[in-house]
Nanobody, 123 residues
Framework: VQLQASGGGLVQAGASLRLSCSASGGTFTQVRMAWFRQAPGHEREFVAG????????NYGDSAKGRFTISRDNAKNTVSLQMNSLKPEDTAVYYC?????????????????WGQGTQVTVSS
């Protein structure tokens, strides 16, 4: 599975941004999808995950109530709607796919990764 993330940019605090990830080269409905992020000097952090058909989602503490993950299996895409952005949301955001049979929050359990898209939130 090849993943291509897009949609990052520079925004002001309080703004919204929508990230997209396009998948190719595999059967999209066989993988669970997630977004992770990594800020300079920090470990990669789980942001949000979604099950194969979208029935189950989970969020990292920093994303709860502000971010929404969704997927469109007809278009082989997963999206992350980010609202009320804060400067501490500044990071490179990665989409990832896993063949695990559960929705993992551990980056080591993800098999495929996109190239990352930079999100910068100014105060």
């Amino acid at each position: 599975v090849q993943l291509q993330a897009s949609g990052g940019g520079l925004v002001q605090a309080g703004a919204s941004l929508r990230l997209s990830c396009s998948a190719s080269g595999g059967t999209f409905t066989q993988v669970r999808m997630a977004w992770f992020r990594q800020a300079p000097g920090h470990e990669r952090e789980f942001v949000a995950g979604i099950s194969r058909f979208g029935g189950t989602t989970n969020y990292g503490d920093s994303a709860k109530g502000r971010f929404t993950i969704s997927r469109d299996n007809a278009k082989n895409t997963v999206s992350l709607q980010m609202n009320s952005l804060k400067p501490e949301d500044t990071a490179v955001y990665y989409c990832a796919a896993t063949n695990m049979v559960y929705l993992s929050t551990r980056d080591t359990e993800y098999d495929y990764w996109g190239q990352g898209t930079q999100v910068t939130v100014s105060s």
